[in-house]
């Protein structure tokens, strides 16, 4: 029998071992793969954010041409009133035209001069404009300007144009690459940081758009949302968590404020053009619509973050304040809600963030239009950065490809900004029990 029996022992032993060795085959196998799927992930996100970088970063600055403008008091102010409204009816066309053709006297062709006139953008008269208007004592001096040059030429100069491709090939002609090369052996070919980019709004020309207007639509949007989707979140999970019967009605409100956080953001944007739009009649485009739209949208993710930050303080709290006569009330808005509002915080910030990257409901609402000019402030029609993406991705020219991807870098930027915000928030304020 003893020996009956330790040969069973041994073999339940060899068993053990065996399934051992097999469980960390599997352990050892599952981790691998797990580390590989995080390696592979990293690839593919590091591909991405080269690819929009290399595309990207040419976009912040802007290719220019030194040139000696005369601002020649017959085409600008011939009867010399100096009247700011009849100086800007001026042809300040012909003044940067004239400065550039004057390097090339021997381009007399009708054709050939149009091709010299256009390697400057159409901004160029305008940036003329803005001179005078700043500085009238201009007019009727000579004064060397770097002006705006076309977007062809910004892409030749940045190598985004191929040179040695055959001319039915490119968008630019020998004959323009022979007068960029003289004009950079005269080192009048200058590259600049692009201030436009940031500062201007959309425009039909590359080398003119800019993401100021965009920027500014997104900042009114984003103030409308937090403006209401922060209070109106924070109470009602107060209410909920703390006021609120247990009971099935609340628990329906529970389901369906966790099942409106999966909803698709589109449908936010139905909302929002059903209701905002066409019932109440407030302006299309506007960050107000927007801001309203979002607010629908984040106010989920809002009160789960902020019912979730209620919960985490410890009933201690609650049973010594309600002990020291505290009232209900008191409890909640002196001692529990200041414990949890760095994770309230926390939530509505990402919240945000989500909201600064949205585009289909607002595309619903109408802030998918071309803007030009800058809004003034949340009633004024306007787009956002996300849109403004979408709406420069679909443009032909290669100009716009940079600047798409320029525009992606910002939008990434502010939104690593404010979820690291939100981290270093919750790190800094956070409690431990």
Do not use: C
Request: net charge positive; no cysteine; aromatic share 8%.
């Amino acid at each position: 029998m003893p020996v009956e029996s330790n040969a069973n022992r041994r073999r339940a032993i060899d068993v053990v071992n065996t399934s051992l060795k097999k469980r960390y085959a599997r352990e050892a196998r599952f981790r691998r793969l797990g580390f590989g799927a995080v390696i592979l992930g990293l690839l593919f996100v590091s591909i991405l954010f080269f690819d929009i970088i290399g595309k990207g970063y040419t976009a912040f600055v802007q290719t220019h041409i030194e040139l000696e403008v005369y601002f020649d008091p017959a085409v600008i102010d011939p009867e010399g009133k100096r009247d700011m409204k009849e100086i800007a009816r001026a042809d300040f066309r012909k003044l940067s035209r004239n400065a550039l053709r004057s390097l090339f006297p021997e381009v007399t062709k009708r054709n050939d001069r149009r091709a010299l006139d256009a390697m400057l953008s159409s901004g160029a008269p305008h940036q003329l404009l803005e001179m005078v208007r700043h500085d009238p004592a201009l007019i009727g001096e000579r004064r060397v300007i770097d002006l705006i040059a076309d977007d062809d030429i910004d892409m030749l100069i940045k190598g985004h144009i191929d040179r040695n491709a055959p001319q039915s090939d490119r968008r630019v002609k020998d004959q323009v690459i022979a007068w960029v090369d003289e004009l950079q052996k005269q080192g009048r070919v200058k590259e600049k940081f692009n201030t436009g980019f940031f500062v201007n709004g959309d425009s039909r020309e590359p080398e003119l758009a800019g993401i100021g207007g965009a920027a500014a639509g997104s900042f009114y949007t984003l103030l409308v949302t937090l403006l209401l989707s922060f209070p109106i979140g924070v109470a009602a999970a107060v209410y909920l968590e703390e006021f609120a019967p247990k009971n099935r009605w609340t628990d329906l409100i529970e389901v369906n404020i966790n099942n409106l956080a999966a909803v698709p953001s589109i449908v936010f944007g139905l909302l929002g053009l059903a209701m905002f739009i066409n019932l109440f009649g407030l302006p299309r485009s506007a960050p107000l619509v927007g801001g309203l739209v979002l607010t629908l949208m984040t106010l989920p993710t809002i009160i789960i973050a902020a019912r979730a930050a209620l919960k985490s303080v410890p009933p201690s709290i609650r049973e010594a304040a309600l002990g020291v006569g505290a009232s209900k009330m008191q409890t909640v808005f002196h001692h529990v809600v200041p414990l949890a509002m760095p994770g309230m915080l926390t939530g509505t910030i990402i919240g945000m963030a989500q909201a600064l990257g949205e585009t289909a409901p607002l595309l619903m609402i109408g802030m998918v239009a071309f803007i030009v000019d800058i809004p003034g402030g949340p009633l004024d029609p306007s787009t956002v950065l996300p849109v403004q993406v979408y709406l420069w991705a679909d443009s032909p020219e290669r100009a716009f490809v940079e600047r798409t991807s320029a525009a992606i870098l910002i939008l990434l930027a502010f939104l690593i900004a404010m979820n690291t915000f939100a981290v270093i928030m919750r790190r800094r304020f956070e409690r431990r029990w």
